[in-house]
């Protein structure tokens, strides 16, 4: 006679009347071997941001910064670093995007001291030491601006893969520039690990950094 899952009932009685102690013991081997594949295999992580985790390109720079610094990204390791090209002239995406890494420093709490903003511009012509340095203060204290000359401006963006462009104005000093507005996310190791767009909100930032604050260093 056969149950409606096709084993004899006999057989199903058999496993029913499996010993006590075998069952315990079977138990914990499978719960060993479990944990055992749970060590071996890495726990997948997720983001909302777009994972670049094993990028090759924004590896490295050199620039000074609004206190003529020279800085790299070595620099800030044990850090969670974020890379935003901008202008200070920029009338939107700029302000726009360095106010949402304001926020982002405020929701992380203490953790917001284990957050570093780096702000490259893409328009060194007009942007001084001196214009770059009170732009900063207008969002944070520790948010850093690094001003490349115009050559090494050029090679940093290509090591990017930033685009940017001067859109002539009215007067020769009344230009914009169009410009890539995603940010770069690194990790504590100083590699390159997410890419946010322009326009995502402050609580989604932080939750991706709190969840590179909390991997294991490799």
């Given at each position: 006679?056969?149950?409606?899952?096709?084993?004899?009932?006999?057989?199903?009685?058999?496993?029913?009347?499996?010993?006590?102690?075998?069952?315990?013991?079977?138990?914990?081997?499978?719960?060993?071997?479990?944990?055992?594949?749970?060590?071996?295999?890495?726990?997948?992580?997720?983001?909302?941001?777009?994972?670049i985790t094993g990028a090759q390109f924004g590896q490295s720079f050199r620039?000074?910064?609004?206190?003529?610094?020279?800085?790299?990204?070595?620099?800030?390791?044990?850090?969670?670093?974020?890379?935003?090209?901008?202008?200070?002239?920029?009338?939107?995406?700029?302000?726009?995007?360095?106010?949402?890494?304001?926020?982002?420093?405020r929701l992380l709490g203490s953790d917001g001291e284990r957050l570093q903003?780096?702000?490259?511009?893409?328009?060194?012509?007009?942007?001084?030491?001196?214009?770059?340095?009170?732009?900063?203060?207008?969002?944070?204290?520790?948010?850093?601006?690094?001003?490349?000359?115009?050559?090494?401006?050029?090679?940093?963006?290509?090591?990017?893969?930033?685009?940017?462009?001067?859109?002539?104005?009215?007067?020769?000093?009344?230009?914009?520039?169009?410009?890539?507005?995603?940010?770069?996310?690194?990790?504590?190791?100083?590699?390159?690990?997410?890419?946010?767009?322009?326009?995502?909100?402050?609580?989604?930032?932080?939750?991706?950094?709190?969840?590179?604050?909390?991997?294991?260093?490799?």
């Amino acid at each position: 006679m056969r149950n409606p899952l096709g084993t004899s009932l006999s057989q199903t009685a058999n496993c029913q009347a499996m010993p006590v102690r075998r069952i315990i013991l079977l138990g914990m081997a499978t719960a060993s071997l479990a944990g055992l594949l749970t060590g071996c295999s890495p726990e997948a992580v997720s983001f909302k941001s777009t994972d670049i985790t094993g990028a090759q390109f924004g590896q490295s720079f050199r620039l000074p910064d609004h206190h003529g610094q020279s800085r790299t990204l070595a620099d800030f390791r044990g850090k969670i670093v974020v890379v935003f090209f901008g202008f200070t002239q920029c009338p939107d995406v700029c302000p726009t995007s360095m106010t949402t890494m304001a926020e982002v420093k405020r929701l992380l709490g203490s953790d917001g001291e284990r957050l570093q903003v780096l702000f490259i511009t893409v328009d060194p012509e007009r942007d001084t030491t001196e214009l770059l340095r009170d732009y900063m203060q207008n969002f944070d204290a520790s948010f850093l601006a690094l001003r490349p000359e115009p050559e090494a401006l050029q090679t940093v963006a290509k090591d990017f893969k930033i685009y940017f462009k001067q859109v002539p104005g009215p007067t020769p000093t009344s230009y914009t520039m169009d410009h890539s507005a995603g940010k770069y996310i690194y990790d504590t190791q100083g590699r390159p690990r997410l890419f946010s767009t322009y326009g995502t909100a402050p609580a989604v930032i932080a939750a991706d950094i709190k969840t590179l604050m909390g991997e294991r260093s490799s």
